[in-house]
């Protein structure tokens, strides 16, 4: 079964530097989805994509944050530079469509991120 | 805004228990409604989802999930529990044609042999 592929599974990194996150979705979704969920709270979209075009961020710390699916494909999420309240669990999702409020979204496992 | 409210944060029950979780949420217009699970180690998956018609909603592994509009909530649903429901279940609201998914905060839910 294919899955949300998601890279560094765990990250540890000082604030003041910078970190970035890799992920894969599901092949031929058109839509990636960024969520962060800090512990015990549910996941909060950050950036979503619809292919290489952003149709939301709305959400998204940009003074610090970035994110980019250049070829519609494979995304990176940054962080630049991090902050201990930046610690937190980040997903990555993906849907088939552009039907964001019905499509069923695959999660990735997931890149828990600490900042010291 | 729209917001998810999910009233319990944990539950303990015993196998053949039997399972409500509540989920409430605020918007005025029309939403599309899921409940996600979490296994331990798992990845987030989708449990049942609830667009229109039936409010009766049966999703897998046994579970279902009923839309009361008039209460503006989506209560999850399980008549016998088992070990392997054991995990953390989040319910999420759309709201129609704007998308934003908007999860609650999860309920961990620890079942005992």
């Given at each position: 079964?294919?899955?949300?592929?998601?890279?560094?599974?765990?990250?540890?990194?000082?604030?003041?530097?910078?970190?970035?996150?890799?992920?894969?979705?599901?092949?031929?979704?058109?839509?990636?989805?960024?969520?962060?969920?800090?512990?015990?709270?549910g996941p909060?979209?950050?950036?979503?994509?619809?292919?290489?075009?952003?149709?939301?961020?709305?959400?998204?710390?940009?003074?610090?944050?970035?994110?980019?699916?250049?070829?519609?494909?494979?995304?990176?999420?940054?962080?630049?530079?991090?902050?201990?309240?930046?610690?937190?669990?980040?997903?990555?999702?993906?849907?088939?469509?552009?039907?964001?409020?019905?499509?069923?979204?695959?999660?990735?496992?997931?890149?828990?991120?600490?900042?010291? | 805004?729209?917001?998810?409210?999910?009233?319990?944060?944990?539950?303990?029950?015993?196998?053949?228990?039997?399972?409500?979780?509540?989920?409430?949420?605020?918007?005025?217009?029309?939403?599309?409604?899921?409940?996600?699970?979490?296994?331990?180690?798992?990845?987030?998956?989708?449990?049942?989802?609830?667009?229109?018609?039936?409010?009766?909603?049966?999703?897998?592994?046994?579970?279902?999930?009923?839309?009361?509009?008039?209460?503006?909530?989506?209560?999850?649903?399980?008549?016998?529990?088992?070990?392997?429901?054991?995990?953390?279940?989040f319910?999420?609201?759309?709201?129609?044609?704007?998308?934003?998914?908007?999860f609650g905060a999860?309920?961990?839910?620890?079942?005992?042999?």
């Amino acid at each position: 079964e294919a899955e949300v592929a998601q890279s560094p599974r765990y990250k540890i990194t000082e604030k003041s530097q910078a970190v970035a996150f890799w992920c894969d979705p599901i092949s031929g979704h058109a839509t990636l989805y960024w969520y962060r969920q800090i512990l015990g709270q549910g996941p909060e979209l950050l950036v979503q994509f619809q292919d290489e075009s952003v149709v939301d961020d709305s959400q998204l710390p940009k003074d610090r944050f970035s994110a980019e699916r250049l070829k519609g494909v494979d995304s990176t999420l940054k962080i630049q530079p991090a902050e201990l309240g930046d610690s937190a669990m980040y997903l990555c999702a993906s849907s088939l469509g552009a039907q964001r409020d019905t499509d069923t979204q695959y999660f990735g496992p997931g890149t828990r991120l600490t900042v010291l | 805004a729209q917001s998810v409210s999910q009233h319990n944060h944990h539950v303990i029950l015993s196998e053949a228990a039997s399972l409500e979780l509540g989920c409430n949420y605020s918007y005025g217009g029309t939403v599309n409604l899921f409940w996600y699970v979490q296994y331990p180690g798992q990845h987030l998956q989708l449990l049942l989802k609830y667009f229109s018609g039936d409010p009766l909603v049966k999703g897998i592994k046994g579970f279902e999930a009923e839309f009361i509009k008039s209460k503006f909530s989506f209560n999850l649903r399980k008549p016998s529990v088992q070990w392997s429901d054991t995990a953390e279940y989040f319910c999420a609201v759309t709201a129609r044609g704007w998308g934003k998914f908007q999860f609650g905060a999860g309920t961990q839910v620890v079942v005992t042999p």
